[in-house]
């Protein structure tokens, strides 16, 4: 796979929250298609992390992916969401 700016800048990002803050950080990252969705999720495992998806059409899903998140420390150092599932969180 050819890794465009976005996602190099993702992994200049990765790289700066594993150095300040190696146990505690999380990371949110939108997107508004399901098919980028999963390239992100791709790239960001390759790079070792454990990584959740949310999406307008996994609602019990969702809820677990958020709560392993949310653990301290986390089960889950990055979400993944399409613009979808941000509009009904916050409903």
């Known amino acids: 796979m050819r890794t465009s700016a ?4 993702l992994r200049q990002l990765v790289s700066m ?3 300040q803050t190696p146990t505690g950080w999380r990371m949110v990252v939108f997107t508004g298609r ?3 969705q999963t390239t992100i999720q791709a790239f960001l495992e390759e790079l070792g992390l454990k990584v959740g998806i949310i999406n307008g059409s996994s609602g ?3 809820q677990e992916t958020i709560a392993r998140f949310r653990a301290d420390p986390p089960e889950i150092r990055a979400i993944v969401s399409t613009e979808d599932a941000a509009l009904l969180a916050g409903r």
């Open 6 to 9: 976005k996602l190099e800048g």
């Open 17 to 19: 929250l594993k150095q």
């Open 34 to 36: 399901r098919e980028t």
């Open 60 to 62: 019990q899903r969702n």
